[in-house]
């Protein structure tokens, strides 16, 4: 077939994306666990109540990976709850896929 001259060759790729596999409760717990560890660069001590809180819920299967929570000492909140607040607070809204 002939194209024309206006006509550039555009090549066609197939894309497919990498598939990932899905971060479990296990896995993101883990790395919430990272935060509580002084020797991580992760530490995060003045989040120590509100991670522990989060790892809780995943724990019990109160909360699934890719769920958004907001928590403020220790206690689950809402999100407008945390913004009129001078408390610190923590939000786990964790992407279900590593990048």
């Known amino acids: 077939m002939a194209t024309s001259s206006s006509q550039s060759e555009i090549p066609c ?5 990498i ?3 899905p971060v479990t409760p296990a896995q993101r717990i883990e790395d919430l666990l990272r935060a509580l560890d002084p020797e991580d660069i992760l ?3 003045g989040q120590q109540k509100n991670i522990r809180a989060v790892i809780n819920m995943y724990l019990k299967g ?3 990976v890719g ?3 907001y928590v403020m000492d220790g ?3 809402t999100s407008d709850e945390c913004k009129q607040s001078e408390k ?3 939000v786990e809204a964790f992407k279900m896929y590593r990048q």
């Open 13 to 17: 790729l197939p894309s497919m994306p």
């Open 19 to 21: 598939p990932r596999a």
């Open 43 to 45: 530490y995060s001590p």
């Open 62 to 64: 109160e909360l699934q």
């Open 67 to 69: 769920e958004e929570v």
């Open 75 to 77: 206690q689950v909140v």
């Open 88 to 90: 610190k607070w923590f």
